[in-house]
Protein backbone atom coordinates (compact mmCIF):
# COMPACT_ATOMS: atom_id res chain seq x y z
CA UNK A 1 0.00 0.00 0.00
CA UNK A 2 0.97 3.23 -1.01
CA UNK A 3 1.70 5.45 2.47
CA UNK A 4 0.85 8.52 1.02
CA UNK A 5 -3.02 7.17 0.40
CA UNK A 6 -3.68 5.96 4.52
CA UNK A 7 -5.00 7.58 6.39
CA UNK A 8 -4.67 6.95 9.82
CA UNK A 9 -6.59 8.58 13.20
CA UNK A 10 -4.72 8.63 16.52
CA UNK A 11 -7.22 9.39 19.30
CA UNK A 12 -5.33 10.44 22.59
CA UNK A 13 -2.57 12.54 21.73
CA UNK A 14 -0.25 11.95 25.23
CA UNK A 15 2.39 9.50 25.89
CA UNK A 16 1.95 7.28 23.41
CA UNK A 17 -0.33 9.11 20.67
CA UNK A 18 2.35 11.39 20.54
CA UNK A 19 5.45 9.17 19.40
CA UNK A 20 2.70 6.99 17.14
CA UNK A 21 1.81 10.24 15.38
CA UNK A 22 5.28 11.57 15.41
CA UNK A 23 6.95 7.80 13.19
CA UNK A 24 3.69 8.04 11.23
CA UNK A 25 4.27 11.38 9.71
CA UNK A 26 8.17 10.46 9.15
CA UNK A 27 7.37 7.25 7.46
CA UNK A 28 5.32 9.21 5.07
CA UNK A 29 1.87 8.64 6.39
CA UNK A 30 -0.73 10.99 3.93
CA UNK A 31 -3.44 11.90 6.76
CA UNK A 32 -3.03 12.18 9.86
CA UNK A 33 -6.23 12.65 12.26
CA UNK A 34 -5.45 14.08 16.22
CA UNK A 35 -8.40 13.24 18.35
CA UNK A 36 -8.02 14.83 21.99
CA UNK A 37 -9.78 16.88 23.81
CA UNK A 38 -7.28 18.24 26.92
CA UNK A 39 -4.60 21.29 26.71
CA UNK A 40 -1.17 20.67 27.49
CA UNK A 41 0.12 20.33 31.17
CA UNK A 42 3.84 20.82 32.60
CA UNK A 43 3.00 17.24 33.92
CA UNK A 44 2.85 15.57 30.34
CA UNK A 45 6.43 17.05 29.20
CA UNK A 46 8.29 14.19 30.36
CA UNK A 47 6.74 11.45 28.22
CA UNK A 48 4.56 13.87 25.67
CA UNK A 49 7.54 14.52 22.57
CA UNK A 50 5.82 16.92 20.55
CA UNK A 51 5.34 19.36 23.09
CA UNK A 52 7.23 21.84 25.17
CA UNK A 53 6.82 24.43 28.16
CA UNK A 54 5.58 27.15 25.30
CA UNK A 55 2.50 24.91 24.41
CA UNK A 56 1.53 24.64 28.56
CA UNK A 57 -2.98 25.53 28.41
CA UNK A 58 -2.74 24.60 24.72
CA UNK A 59 -4.94 22.38 22.96
CA UNK A 60 -2.46 19.18 22.29
CA UNK A 61 -4.36 18.38 18.82
CA UNK A 62 -3.08 22.22 17.71
CA UNK A 63 0.38 22.18 19.44
CA UNK A 64 0.88 18.72 18.05
CA UNK A 65 -0.48 19.91 14.73
CA UNK A 66 1.83 22.66 14.48
CA UNK A 67 4.76 20.70 15.27
CA UNK A 68 4.39 17.80 12.53
CA UNK A 69 3.22 20.14 10.03
CA UNK A 70 6.39 22.09 10.50
CA UNK A 71 8.50 18.44 10.76
CA UNK A 72 6.35 16.55 7.79
CA UNK A 73 4.86 19.59 5.85
CA UNK A 74 3.65 16.69 3.03
CA UNK A 75 1.53 14.82 5.43
CA UNK A 76 -2.08 16.68 6.21
CA UNK A 77 -2.98 16.69 9.75
CA UNK A 78 -6.47 16.94 10.69
CA UNK A 79 -7.51 18.12 14.18
CA UNK A 80 -10.60 16.72 16.19
CA UNK A 81 -10.40 19.11 19.80
CA UNK A 82 -12.52 16.57 21.31
CA UNK A 83 -13.29 13.39 23.59
CA UNK A 84 -13.80 10.23 21.72
CA UNK A 85 -17.66 8.62 22.74
CA UNK A 86 -20.20 6.91 21.27
CA UNK A 87 -22.01 10.38 20.00
CA UNK A 88 -18.71 11.22 17.71
CA UNK A 89 -16.81 8.07 17.27
CA UNK A 90 -19.10 6.78 13.64
CA UNK A 91 -18.69 10.15 12.37
CA UNK A 92 -15.03 10.60 12.76
CA UNK A 93 -14.07 6.76 12.51
CA UNK A 94 -15.27 6.69 8.90
CA UNK A 95 -12.59 8.93 7.56
CA UNK A 96 -9.84 7.12 8.21
CA UNK A 97 -8.32 3.41 7.17
CA UNK A 98 -6.64 2.77 10.76
CA UNK A 99 -7.29 3.89 14.44
CA UNK A 100 -4.36 4.20 16.66
CA UNK A 101 -5.37 3.62 20.59
CA UNK A 102 -3.82 6.40 22.62
CA UNK A 103 -6.57 6.24 25.47
CA UNK A 104 -4.73 6.39 28.91
CA UNK A 105 -7.76 4.61 30.33
CA UNK A 106 -8.95 0.96 30.35
CA UNK A 107 -12.44 1.26 29.96
CA UNK A 108 -12.36 3.46 27.45
CA UNK A 109 -9.68 1.45 24.92
CA UNK A 110 -12.73 -1.45 25.54
CA UNK A 111 -15.57 1.05 24.01
CA UNK A 112 -12.90 1.98 21.72
CA UNK A 113 -12.52 -1.83 20.62
CA UNK A 114 -16.17 -2.59 20.33
CA UNK A 115 -16.81 0.94 17.74
CA UNK A 116 -13.80 -0.52 15.96
CA UNK A 117 -15.01 -3.68 15.37
CA UNK A 118 -18.78 -2.79 15.07
CA UNK A 119 -17.19 -0.12 12.01
CA UNK A 120 -14.71 -3.33 10.92
CA UNK A 121 -11.55 -0.84 11.24
CA UNK A 122 -8.42 -2.13 11.84
CA UNK A 123 -6.51 -0.86 15.02
CA UNK A 124 -3.64 -1.24 17.34
CA UNK A 125 -4.16 -0.99 20.90
CA UNK A 126 -1.49 -0.30 23.25
CA UNK A 127 -0.83 0.31 27.39
CA UNK A 128 1.72 1.07 29.27
CA UNK A 129 1.84 1.68 33.43
CA UNK A 130 5.03 1.80 35.17
CA UNK A 131 7.49 -0.49 33.86
CA UNK A 132 4.82 -2.76 31.74
CA UNK A 133 3.70 -2.26 28.53
CA UNK A 134 1.66 -4.41 25.73
CA UNK A 135 0.93 -3.53 21.61
CA UNK A 136 -1.93 -5.68 20.40
CA UNK A 137 -2.97 -4.91 16.49
CA UNK A 138 -6.38 -6.02 15.30
CA UNK A 139 -7.85 -6.64 12.37
CA UNK A 140 -12.27 -6.88 12.96
CA UNK A 141 -13.66 -10.27 12.39
CA UNK A 142 -10.28 -12.06 11.65
CA UNK A 143 -7.83 -11.38 14.77
CA UNK A 144 -8.32 -11.18 18.47
CA UNK A 145 -9.81 -7.92 20.09
CA UNK A 146 -9.20 -6.99 23.33
CA UNK A 147 -12.47 -8.24 24.53
CA UNK A 148 -11.32 -11.94 23.60
CA UNK A 149 -8.37 -11.00 26.02
CA UNK A 150 -9.86 -9.50 28.54
CA UNK A 151 -13.98 -10.52 28.36
CA UNK A 152 -15.04 -8.26 31.55
CA UNK A 153 -14.45 -4.26 31.14
CA UNK A 154 -13.20 -3.25 34.36
CA UNK A 155 -15.51 -0.35 35.70
CA UNK A 156 -14.21 2.95 35.44
CA UNK A 157 -11.70 4.09 37.31
CA UNK A 158 -10.35 0.58 38.88
CA UNK A 159 -7.17 0.69 37.20
CA UNK A 160 -4.54 3.70 37.51
CA UNK A 161 -3.47 5.89 34.50
CA UNK A 162 0.47 6.06 33.53
CA UNK A 163 -0.30 9.34 35.04
CA UNK A 164 -1.56 8.46 37.91
CA UNK A 165 0.68 5.49 38.47
CA UNK A 166 3.87 6.96 36.74
CA UNK A 167 5.80 5.83 33.90
CA UNK A 168 9.31 5.89 32.12
CA UNK A 169 9.09 8.50 29.55
CA UNK A 170 11.15 6.59 27.51
CA UNK A 171 9.30 3.62 27.79
CA UNK A 172 5.98 5.33 26.58
CA UNK A 173 7.88 6.51 23.62
CA UNK A 174 8.75 3.27 22.43
CA UNK A 175 5.42 1.95 22.67
CA UNK A 176 4.15 4.60 21.25
CA UNK A 177 6.83 4.06 18.16
CA UNK A 178 5.81 0.31 18.28
CA UNK A 179 2.26 0.95 17.82
CA UNK A 180 3.11 3.07 14.80
CA UNK A 181 5.22 0.25 12.89
CA UNK A 182 2.58 -2.29 13.99
CA UNK A 183 0.06 0.15 12.10
CA UNK A 184 2.14 -0.37 9.03
CA UNK A 185 3.01 -3.79 9.13
CA UNK A 186 -0.93 -4.75 9.68
CA UNK A 187 -1.29 -3.33 5.53
CA UNK A 188 1.67 -5.42 4.74
CA UNK A 189 1.38 -8.13 6.99
CA UNK A 190 -2.05 -8.57 8.00
CA UNK A 191 -2.06 -12.45 8.73
CA UNK A 192 1.15 -12.18 10.55
CA UNK A 193 -0.11 -10.29 13.83
CA UNK A 194 1.11 -10.74 17.72
CA UNK A 195 0.27 -9.25 21.22
CA UNK A 196 3.58 -8.06 22.75
CA UNK A 197 4.66 -7.48 26.36
CA UNK A 198 7.24 -6.37 27.86
CA UNK A 199 7.64 -5.94 31.68
CA UNK A 200 11.27 -3.85 31.55
CA UNK A 201 11.88 -3.88 35.06
CA UNK A 202 11.89 -7.72 34.76
CA UNK A 203 13.83 -7.36 31.19
CA UNK A 204 10.74 -9.31 29.65
CA UNK A 205 9.69 -9.76 26.44
CA UNK A 206 6.97 -11.92 25.08
CA UNK A 207 5.21 -12.00 21.60
CA UNK A 208 1.87 -14.17 21.51
CA UNK A 209 -0.31 -15.09 19.04
CA UNK A 210 -3.86 -14.61 20.93
CA UNK A 211 -6.86 -16.50 19.90
CA UNK A 212 -9.94 -15.10 18.67
CA UNK A 213 -12.87 -15.99 22.00
CA UNK A 214 -15.61 -17.85 19.68
CA UNK A 215 -17.46 -16.28 22.80
CA UNK A 216 -16.51 -12.84 22.82
CA UNK A 217 -19.10 -10.10 23.12
CA UNK A 218 -17.44 -8.11 20.46
CA UNK A 219 -16.08 -10.10 17.42
CA UNK A 220 -17.62 -13.64 17.85
CA UNK A 221 -18.73 -14.39 14.15
CA UNK A 222 -22.30 -14.52 15.65
CA UNK A 223 -21.87 -10.94 16.79
CA UNK A 224 -19.94 -9.71 13.86
CA UNK A 225 -22.99 -11.02 11.57
CA UNK A 226 -25.10 -8.93 13.21
CA UNK A 227 -22.74 -6.13 13.37
CA UNK A 228 -22.76 -5.71 17.39
CA UNK A 229 -26.11 -3.87 17.13
CA UNK A 230 -25.63 -0.78 19.47
CA UNK A 231 -22.74 0.41 21.16
CA UNK A 232 -23.76 3.21 23.48
CA UNK A 233 -21.02 3.68 26.00
CA UNK A 234 -19.84 7.01 26.94
CA UNK A 235 -16.44 7.91 28.15
Known amino acids: MNLK ?37 ISN ?3 QILYSEKDLGQLKVEAAQRRLSRLFPETKINIVPEAFGAANAEAVFEKYDLIIDGLDRLEKKFVLNDWCVKLEKPFVHAGVVKFEGQVLPVIPGQTACLRCLIPKIPPPFALPTCREAGVLGSFSQAIGYLQAYEALRLFEHPKDLFLWKWDIQKRTARSIRPLRNLECAACSQKVFEQKIGSVSCEV
Open 45 to 47: LHR
Open 5 to 41: NLKILIVGVGGLGCPASLALAEAGVGALGLMDPDVVE
